[in-house]
């Protein structure tokens, strides 16, 4: 079979022929139909995310149909579409026992510490694989592993209610993931962004005001929207020091800053203002195993639409992570596998 590998760091991926994956008796092999391009596959080409071994086929944001059953699987069936949730958990350790599941102590991550999507098939344990529903387009159900959980997970661990206003930092696919997920919940949204097309598109989405990231005036302009003191809550999907910084800014007195984007940088938030405006500030990893059954429920039933902004074949992965890598891409990139 085709797989797309990372041979070495900072290089190009190349198109090999390998042996198709053995399952094992609690695993399934399933046929790759498509599979997104995130940014975080950017991060282990440079050398900033964990890998096993090289070579090494990346791609998290896979949706296929099932091929092969091990022995032992029931749950299962030839033929049935799938995604898988991306963290292979121990299933014993206390984070798996109270529902964390991105935060195992002895995790296998699909794409990092085991061959990912960038191929014609991939093999995963059966307890990881979710039937689609009737219809759910695959390349859109790829992107719930990862875009669509990573924001519904943020928005739960942001605790926001009903007439709360929120920022969103980085209006790309989980961004505008998110701001479906705000509008359903009856949260105000302002979404930040450089990129006016992009901007557009938060608009189009739902969101109440739209900001030029490299407003002057923009902490004024989100305080004026949200009546004075700031924001109840701010989702910083970008991850840098200076978008840290910018989040202190527009968050109110006792507010939460989720961070989700992940930067080899330090955050430029002084325990001062931690301290004295009692600010909360939350990691958010992916999501749990109940987070991917109702982001696949959401987009099977159109309440979350990820938007497609660019399709590549298999042999043209390189040229759709450069675009990746230029910020250009209004949505998501996806690669097209089989059909």
């Keep these: 079979m085709r797989a ?19 399952i094992g008796d609690d695993e399934v092999l ?7 391009v995130c940014r975080t596959d950017l991060h282990k080409i440079d050398g900033l995310g964990h ?64 061959n990912g999507g960038f191929a014609d098939y991939f093999a995963a344990p059966a307890k990881n694989l979710f039937e689609l529903p009737e219809h759910t387009p695959f390349e859109q159900a790829g992107l719930i592993s990862c875009a669509v959980i990573t924001a519904l997970h943020a928005f739960r661990r942001s605790e926001l209610c009903l007439n709360d206003t929120a920022v969103v930092m980085g209006a790309g696919n989980v ?9 359903l919940a009856r949260v105000q949204v302002i979404a930040i962004d450089r990129s006016q097309a992009k901007l557009q598109i938060a608009s189009q989405l739902g969101a109440d005001f739209v900001l030029d990231a490299d407003a002057i005036d923009a902490t004024q302009q989100i305080k004026a929207f949200a009546g004075g003191d ?13 978008t840290s910084k910018a989040a202190a800014d527009y968050v109110m007195r006792g507010g939460r800053i989720v961070l989700i984007g992940e930067e ?13 405006r009692e600010l909360e500030i939350i990691g958010s990893r992916n999501g749990s195993r109940q987070d991917i059954i109702d982001a696949i429920s959401m987009v099977g039933a159109g309440l979350i639409s990820p938007l497609i902004a660019h399709r590549f074949p298999l042999v043209d992965i390189n040229e759709a992570l450069a675009l990746m890598r230029s910020g250009e891409a209004e949505g998501k990139i996806v690669i097209e596998i089989s059909e």
């Design 230 to 242: 700031g924001v109840q809550g701010v989702f910083d999907i970008v991850g840098l020091s200076s």
């Design 51 to 114: 890998l096993q071994s090289l070579p090494h086929t990346l791609g998290h944001e896979a949706a296929g149909v099932v091929a092969k059953t091990g022995r032992n699987v029931t749950n299962l069936n030839v033929g049935q579409p799938v995604v898988p949730h991306d963290f292979f958990t121990c299933g014993q350790c206390y984070y798996c026992r109270v529902g964390r599941d991105s935060l195992c102590v002895q995790p296998k991550v699909f794409g990092s510490t085991v």
């Design 264 to 276: 080899p940088e330090f955050l430029m938030i002084d325990s001062t203002q931690i301290a004295q």
């Design 175 to 183: 961004g505008q993931n998110l701001i479906q997920i705000l509008k």
């Design 30 to 36: 399933v046929q790759t139909k498509t599979c997104g």
């Design 4 to 22: 797309a590998r990372l041979h070495t760091i900072g290089g190009l991926i190349q198109i090999d022929e390998v042996p198709t994956p053995e």
